[in-house]
T-cell receptor, first 113, second 111 residues
Framework: SAVISQKPSRDICQRGTSLTIQCQVD?????MFWYRQQPGQSLTLIAT?????????ESGFVIDKFPISRPNLTFSTLTVSNMSPEDSSIYLC??????????FGPGTRLTVT | GENVEQHPSTLSVQEGDSAVIKCTYS??????FPWYKQELGKRPQLIID?????GEKKDQRIAVTLNKTAKHFSLHITETQPEDSAVYFC??????????FGKGNQVVVIP
């Protein structure tokens, strides 16, 4: 597996503001992903973070709301913009290993008031 | 897109008994099927996976079976222990490595 860290681990934010979440991996990976897990729910893929190009978003997620950066093969950020209480969730990054296994970061618990 | 359904939603078993969770998927192009275990407040942890060219895989007390014709796959946990209590998610991946998850099963092992 890989060592994956996320910052912050949790935050409480006011509606209308934005939060940037960082994901760092201890080794280079080809693919990184961002997921959302709403309270008591399953995981939903937000987007694939592409190194050196724009992220690929899933249906229902748009770049203006969830801008993503991937400047290199070990780091990515997800911004949750213009937040509302409905954005309260756990946001997780994952990385793809050469064996095609995906491993998750510890998650960022976001509460929007 | 891929749709993964997972049954039952909650499963209670006596310690030492077996637990079976079944998932069905919709996209015949899906070729990779992982299972994740998530304990309360923790990240999902990959516990076993299977690829479409294999029918069964076993790792100690856990096993996964895949029926491509019927488009379903199952997780089997034998000799359950209290530490097996968790939420288990199945997922299916297309050729782009994007995972679609089932809704999850709460497994409760009763000592």
């Amino acid at each position: 597996s890989a060592v994956i860290s996320q910052k912050p681990s949790r935050d409480i934010c006011q509606r209308g503001t934005s939060l940037t979440i960082q994901c760092q991996v201890d080794s280079q990976v080809t693919m990184m992903f961002w997921y959302r897990q709403q309270p008591g729910q399953s995981l939903t893929l937000i987007a694939t973070a592409n190194q050196g190009s724009e992220a690929t978003y899933e249906s229902g997620f748009v770049i203006d709301k969830f801008p993503i950066s991937r400047p290199n093969l070990t780091f990515s950020t997800l911004t949750v913009s213009n937040m509302s209480p409905e954005d309260s969730s756990i946001y997780l990054c994952s990385v793809l290993r050469p064996s095609y296994e995906q491993y998750f970061g510890p998650g960022t618990r976001l509460t929007v008031t | 897109g891929e749709n993964v359904e997972q049954h039952p939603s909650t499963l209670s078993v006596q310690e030492g008994d077996s637990a079976v969770i079944k998932c069905t998927y919709s996209d015949s192009a899906s070729n990779y099927f992982p299972w994740y275990k998530q304990e309360l407040g923790k990240r999902p942890q990959l516990i076993i996976d299977i690829r479409s060219n294999v029918g069964e895989k076993k790792d100690q007390r856990i096993a996964v079976t895949l029926n491509k014709t019927a488009k379903h796959f199952s997780l089997h946990i034998t000799e359950t222990q209290p530490e097996d209590s968790a939420v288990y998610f199945c997922a299916a991946s297309d050729g782009n490595n994007r995972l679609a998850f089932g809704k999850g099963n709460q497994v409760v092992v009763i000592p």
